[in-house]
Each structure stands twice: as C-alpha cells, then as structure tokens.
C-alpha cells in the first residue's frame, strides 16, 4: 500500500502551482536592489565589442539601453546596484561604435594598397 500525501506533512516551500499567490508575495522573488537593465547593457556590450560589424545592432543598443540604465540608477538616488555595469555597457558601446568606422576605413586601406599590388601573391 502505497503513502498518502499527507503523511509526508505540509508543503515547505510556497506552492507555485496555487491559482492566487498568498497576499503580499508574488511566485517569483527577484532582487528590487539590482537594475537589469545595467546587466543587460553590460552582455550586449561585451558582445558588441567582438560583433561589431553586424550594423552596429550590439553596440548601439549596448550604449542606449547602459544610458537608460544609468539614468534609472541616478532617478532613485543610487538606491539600486548596477552602476558600474551599466557605465561599462556605455563605455563598450562606444568601442564598438568606434569600431566600425575604422574597420571601415582599415578595409579601403588594404583595398588600395592592394590594388596599388604591394600585397603578396599566394
């Protein structure tokens, strides 16, 4: 004969299944100390870096979605962590923004000076 659920006693952590969570808590806790937007700046930063050269899609949104962040941070008095992430979004935006009009300019360079026949024949 198998257990019934009741001799295991109660549920010890809050039943996430339950239709209506209990009053003044919601299923999922997250952290109100902590600004996701900076998180979020800090990746797309770190990858727009490397991935610049897809039209600056990274980049741009690594620095605009870093300012947003920043000004958030500021507006609550520095109440919420995530200051510095969002400013090395900012800054990493801006890298991969410069990026792309020196790769740019790299690439006619090389361009010219192959065609001008200084590059090796392999």
């Not at 952590?13 to 239709?19: D, E, F, S, T």
């Amino acid at each position: 004969m198998a257990p019934s659920p009741e001799s295991f006693g109660p549920p010890v952590g809050p039943n996430l299944l339950a239709a209506d969570p209990p009053a003044g808590s919601s299923p999922v806790q997250g952290d109100a100390g902590r600004n996701d937007f900076a998180l979020a700046a800090l990746i797309l930063g770190i990858m727009g870096v490397p991935f610049f050269w897809l039209a600056g899609i990274l980049p741009v949104a690594a620095f605009v979605v870093g300012l947003i962040s920043f000004v958030q941070i500021r507006r609550l008095g520095g109440s919420q962590a995530g200051r510095s992430k969002a400013l090395a979004g900012i800054v990493l935006g801006a890298i991969g923004l410069l990026l792309i009009p020196t790769a740019y300019f790299v690439v006619i360079a090389v361009g010219r000076w192959c065609a001008a026949g200084h590059c090796l024949a392999f």
